[in-house]
């Protein structure tokens, strides 16, 4: 059992201690750690009872061994592959809430575990009426974070811990401590679920982003460094870079120890001159084996983004910036979120900010390079941004098009394309439907091989993305050796 849930304590109290675990999951790395993070999150509904902590053992019809296998660590002093947990009945939340300690964090299996283990009163309310309303915890492979996975309609949002919580992340957690006592299942769950929209996240990051813009700009202007347009050209590249950098470190592919974003000590023109410049443009921009300097462990880019262009004065020292720019910049603002670069798609989103926030700025601040209204200007320059819901039909239907043309005027088709690119993934049988897939997999690889794919407009690459999600799952619906899992 539990110790007692204090209904007296202060979210702060909660917040500070979730702050100490999660330090202590970065540093030592352990499951029980994660636990304890679980149990002090489920605290912010305000169960009045004591947790019964139990077993709940997976049928073999529900999970394969083998998949089981694959998919969980066994949870320390626990037979079964998770620990799970029944909120007392009496305090009429209704609530179970299950910790996974997983050995891949991917989409796909935590896909599985929300949906294959047990069944989900908020998946659907008349089928599972009697069922309690779940969330899931997963601990990484490394358990030094913890993410959360909320369900509805078969659609996931998840939201990871590390290190320490981030404003936003308080800002959810108020949103369940405020949650009434006495909300019924279905109240509760849209609050839950409303907490994960990812919406009003991207709006509070490019407001800043676009803060960030503006106060650039006019200062460049205010001293009469460079004009309008160009000042907002010059702007909008550094903003970009900046970003698309963030992303590259959250994948550990810009050298740490070159201090590359250590704005400390250093005016903002100095930082820019002496860190960023040289990362743009004598890293990034430069072929390892033509570098001078040390670093010859971050890769070369050669997409032309950090190819100097005519104001950024490279190597000039002729662009300044406001003070503590870059300190804001970087730990008043970057630092504050979560980075992800597994790009979200309709069914799957994580609470962070993903490439396709590239996409949103690149298509605003472009906008704003125009004396024209925002609309005529992304007319003019082709800069649209376009929904994933929208990103992902289009994407699907198109290769449904192309595999159709490929399979003929076979009778079956339909059902087979139905399978292979419309069946929800916690539906789909590895054994059973890629055996009804199996008289068609070579002709439906060999199409997959040769399949050529171009986006002429590319942007932020949501397309590309998009359809190369949809192809790795086709991909492993049809050969087990394709498997992201294996």
């Given at each position: 059992?539990?110790?007692?849930?204090?209904?007296?304590?202060?979210?702060?109290?909660?917040?500070?201690?979730?702050?100490?675990?999660?330090?202590?999951?970065?540093?030592?790395?352990?499951?029980?750690?994660?636990?304890?993070?679980?149990?002090?999150?489920?605290?912010?509904?305000?169960?009045?009872?004591?947790?019964?902590?139990?077993?709940?053992?997976?049928?073999?019809?529900?999970?394969?061994?083998?998949?089981?296998?694959?998919?969980?660590?066994?949870?320390?002093?626990?037979?079964?592959?998770?620990?799970?947990?029944?909120?007392?009945?009496?305090?009429?939340?209704?609530?179970?809430?299950?910790?996974?300690?997983?050995?891949?964090?991917?989409?796909?299996?935590?896909?599985?575990?929300?949906?294959?283990?047990?069944?989900?009163?908020?998946?659907?309310?008349?089928?599972?009426?009697?069922?309690?309303?779940?969330?899931?915890?997963?601990?990484?492979?490394?358990?030094?974070?913890l993410i959360i996975a909320l369900s509805s309609n078969y659609k996931i949002r998840t939201l990871e811990l590390h290190k320490a919580l981030t404003n936003t992340q308080k800002q959810i957690f108020e949103k369940w401590?405020?949650?009434?006592e006495d909300a019924n299942k279905k109240t509760l769950h849209q609050i839950l679920w409303d907490s994960f929209d990812i919406h009003p996240l991207n709006k509070e990051f490019y407001r800043n982003i676009a803060e960030?813009?503006?106060?650039?700009?006019?200062?460049?202007?205010?001293?009469?460094?460079?004009?309008?347009?160009?000042?907002?050209?010059?702007?909008?590249?550094?903003?970009?870079?900046?970003?698309?950098?963030?992303?590259?470190?959250?994948?550990?592919?810009?050298?740490?120890?070159?201090?590359?974003?250590?704005?400390?000590?250093?005016?903002?023109?100095?930082?820019?001159?002496?860190?960023?410049?040289?990362?743009?443009?004598?890293?990034?921009?430069?072929?390892?084996?033509?570098?001078?300097?040390?670093?010859?462990?971050?890769?070369?880019?050669?997409?032309?983004?950090?190819?100097?262009?005519?104001?950024?004065?490279?190597?000039?020292?002729?662009?300044?910036?406001?003070?503590?720019?870059?300190?804001?910049?970087?730990?008043?603002?970057?630092?504050?979120?979560?980075?992800?670069?597994?790009?979200?798609?309709?069914?799957?989103?994580?609470?962070?900010?993903?490439?396709?926030?590239?996409?949103?700025?690149?298509?605003?601040?472009?906008?704003?390079?125009?004396?024209?209204?925002?609309?005529?200007?992304?007319?003019?320059?082709?800069?649209?941004?376009?929904?994933?819901?929208?990103?992902?039909?289009?994407?699907?239907?198109?290769?449904?098009?192309?595999?159709?043309?490929?399979?003929?005027?076979?009778?079956?088709?339909?059902?087979?394309?139905?399978?292979?690119?419309?069946?929800?993934?916690?539906?789909?049988?590895?054994?059973?439907?890629?055996?009804?897939?199996?008289?068609?997999?070579?002709?439906?690889?060999?199409?997959?091989?040769?399949?050529?794919?171009?986006?002429?407009?590319?942007?932020?690459?949501?397309?590309?993305?998009?359809?190369?999600?949809?192809?790795?799952?086709?991909?492993?619906?049809?050969?087990?050796?394709?498997?992201?899992?294996?």
């Amino acid at each position: 059992m539990l110790s007692k849930i204090n209904n007296n304590i202060s979210i702060q109290e909660i917040f500070a201690s979730i702050d100490i675990s999660l330090k202590e999951a970065a540093e030592i790395k352990t499951f029980e750690t994660c636990q304890l993070i679980a149990e002090r999150l489920v605290a912010l509904l305000k169960i009045p009872d004591e947790i019964n902590r139990t077993e709940l053992l997976i049928s073999d019809k529900v999970l394969q061994k083998r998949d089981n296998d694959a998919w969980t660590h066994k949870a320390p002093k626990y037979s079964d592959r998770k620990a799970y947990y029944q909120l007392a009945k009496e305090n009429e939340r209704n609530i179970d809430f299950k910790l996974f300690w997983a050995k891949k964090s991917n989409r796909r299996t935590i896909s599985n575990l929300v949906h294959r283990v047990t069944s989900n009163y908020e998946d659907d309310e008349l089928l599972y009426a009697d069922e309690n309303l779940g969330i899931d915890f997963i601990v990484p492979d490394k358990a030094d974070r913890l993410i959360i996975a909320l369900s509805s309609n078969y659609k996931i949002r998840t939201l990871e811990l590390h290190k320490a919580l981030t404003n936003t992340q308080k800002q959810i957690f108020e949103k369940w401590y405020k949650s009434p006592e006495d909300a019924n299942k279905k109240t509760l769950h849209q609050i839950l679920w409303d907490s994960f929209d990812i919406h009003p996240l991207n709006k509070e990051f490019y407001r800043n982003i676009a803060e960030l813009f503006t106060r650039e700009v006019q200062h460049l202007l205010s001293h009469k460094i460079l004009d309008e347009q160009a000042a907002k050209q010059f702007t909008t590249r550094l903003i970009g870079r900046i970003i698309f950098c963030w992303f590259l470190r959250k994948k550990n592919i810009i050298a740490e120890e070159f201090n590359y974003f250590d704005a400390k000590n250093l005016s903002a023109t100095e930082f820019y001159n002496k860190k960023l410049e040289v990362l743009f443009f004598d890293i990034l921009n430069t072929p390892q084996n033509e570098r001078n300097n040390l670093d010859r462990k971050t890769p070369f880019l050669n997409g032309g983004l950090f190819e100097p262009r005519k104001h950024d004065y490279y190597r000039e020292k002729k662009v300044f910036f406001p003070d503590d720019y870059f300190i804001d910049f970087f730990y008043d603002f970057l630092d504050k979120y979560n980075f992800t670069t597994d790009e979200s798609s309709s069914d799957f989103q994580q609470v962070a900010i993903d490439p396709e926030m590239l996409g949103r700025i690149f298509e605003n601040l472009l906008a704003e390079q125009s004396n024209e209204t925002g609309e005529q200007a992304r007319k003019a320059k082709g800069a649209f941004y376009t929904p994933r819901e929208i990103v992902d039909y289009m994407c699907r239907e198109s290769l449904r098009l192309y595999l159709a043309e490929k399979l003929g005027e076979d009778n079956r088709k339909e059902k087979i394309l139905n399978l292979l690119l419309d069946k929800k993934e916690h539906e789909f049988d590895y054994k059973n439907d890629r055996a009804k897939l199996n008289p068609y997999k070579a002709r439906l690889i060999e199409a997959l091989d040769n399949l050529k794919i171009i986006d002429p407009a590319c942007g932020s690459g949501a397309f590309p993305m998009g359809i190369l999600q949809i192809l790795v799952s086709t991909y492993a619906r049809l050969d087990g050796r394709l498997d992201p899992r294996i």
